[in-house]
């Protein structure tokens, strides 16, 4: 089993920046892929980034490319995303994900295994 936890969401202004992070316990996390996903309101989660175990590969969505830059820390067990010119439209509850495997090109949310509980980002205009 892995647990997953979520922190640093909160309310800002569009043109701002968040910092994620999700922090893993319970299976040796250099051995984990790791997803982060995001659910607006009255829509289905979609896939943010994603890297791959070492930190080698990554993988970002169009929406956000050139804004999010995922990271991970093996050493402290977690995984990072820097938001930056946020915008109304990146409003969502996002997610931590995690799945065994190597590689970085998990961008579908049932190729994870476990998840977090979501930690909201609200970009107002």
């Known amino acids: 089993q892995v647990q997953l936890v979520e922190s640093g969401g909160g309310l800002v202004q569009a043109g701002d920046s968040l910092r994620l992070s999700c922090a893993a316990s319970g299976r040796t996390f250099s051995s984990l892929a790791m997803g982060w996903f995001r659910q607006a309101p009255g829509k289905e989660r979609e896939f943010v980034s994603a890297i791959s175990w070492s930190g080698g590969l990554s993988n970002t969505a169009d929406s956000v490319r050139g804004r999010f830059t995922i990271s991970r820390d093996n050493a402290k067990n977690t995984v990072t995303l820097q938001m930056n010119s946020l915008k109304p439209e990146d409003t969502a509850v996002y997610y931590c994900?995690?799945?065994?495997?190597?590689?970085?090109?998990?961008?579908?949310?049932?190729?994870?295994?476990?998840w977090g509980q979501g930690t909201q980002v609200t970009v107002s205009s």
């Open positions: 994900a995690a799945v065994q495997k190597y590689g970085s090109g998990y961008v579908q949310s049932w190729q994870y295994d476990y």
